[in-house]
């Protein structure tokens, strides 16, 4: 594996594999991995010819007061773990490299990230859009690979690439889970085993939640059961928001029928859900595939 510290080294290493047309595949990260981005890279690894990570802590999408400084930085163990699964090279630029200057050109995502994660976290997808379209510039990848677990962060970088008519596919991978449910995410070394029992709730609220949806019951009833499920188990003034969305819009569904003639697409709902646990926020969410029979 070849780790790489500039754009222009970047550019170099991965010109003649260009030139051959070879498919270059792509996963972004902030480090600190665990099996939910291997598995990502798994994927890139037998879909594609050539695998780029890289390992950037995005300032642009903190707030003011979260966990930038203190987000876990385990760069030496990523760098080895990266090398054991013949990734060919990984992307690794400083501050600087990334952001030549202060205040420079960002990317403003729209309605897409107004509510939620974009909501709670105001002006984070603009960051995330932004470091993820320069590291698309920079890597110009065949496809780019990302978890689900971010459901809104993935349709803001599928609605990204759709309106700035950007030439590469993104790849949207399964949540992986605990045995207990709990989603991996790097913040997960933040939970101490209390939380990390708490924090399985989420889950539990998803299933509950999904269970009636698929049931036939309406989106009305399911929330209403995970409501009362979240405030019996999660601790009180915890839940941040639980809802059933449409997965490419990230608009409230009050019903299911909106998605329509979309079905057939193959596009569905997402039953989203956040909340801080043990002073960490976490968020999950569990796809609801509608069936046809029910629009
Ligand atoms: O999902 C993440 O780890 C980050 O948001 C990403 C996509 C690497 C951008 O910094």
């Keep these: 594996m070849r780790t790489l510290t500039t754009v222009a080294e970047c550019r170099t290493a991965l ?12 996963v972004p990260t902030m480090g ?22 890289s390992i950037f802590v995005n300032p642009t999408q903190f707030g003011p007061s979260e966990d930038f400084d203190k987000y876990p930085r385990t760069f030496d163990d990523d760098a080895l773990a990266l090398s054991d699964m013949d990734v060919e090279f990984l ?49 110009q990848p065949s496809i780019a690979f990302f978890g689900q677990k971010d459901a809104q962060q993935v349709a803001v970088i599928r609605r990204m690439v759709e309106d700035l008519h950007w030439p590469v596919e993104i790849q949207a991978m399964p949540t992986i889970r ?40 309406s989106v009305g009833q399911a929330l209403e059961h995970g409501f009362e499920l979240a405030r019996r ?36 709902a997402a039953i989203i859900i956040a909340a801080r646990i043990g002073g960490t926020r976490l968020i999950d969410n569990r796809p609801v595939t509608i069936k046809a029979e029910r629009s």
């Design 91 to 139: 992307f690794a630029p400083d501050r600087e490299e990334m952001y030549p200057r202060v205040g420079g050109i960002s990317v403003n995502v729209g309605d897409v990230a107004a509510r939620y994660e974009g909501a709670v976290r105001p002006g984070h997808f603009n960051g995330v859009a932004t470091v993820v379209a320069s590291l698309f510039n920079i890597i």
């Design 32 to 53: 600190a991995l665990h099996e939910g981005h291997f598995s990502l890279i798994r994927q890139s690894k037998l879909h594609c010819d050539v695998t780029v990570v």
């Design 233 to 268: 188990e999660i601790p009180a003034h915890s839940l941040d928001y639980l809802d059933v969305v449409d997965s490419e819009t990230f608009q409230s569904l009050t019903s299911l029928e909106p998605l329509g003639e979309r079905i057939n697409e193959g596009i569905s």
């Design 178 to 217: 605990e045995e207990s449910g709990l989603a991996l995410s790097s913040r997960n070394r933040y939970l101490d085993e209390g939380s990390r029992i708490d924090a399985a709730m989420l889950y539990r609220v998803l299933e509950n939640v999904a269970n009636v949806l698929e049931n036939h019951g």
């Design 15 to 26: 010109l003649p594999h260009r030139l051959q047309e070879k498919i270059i595949g792509f």
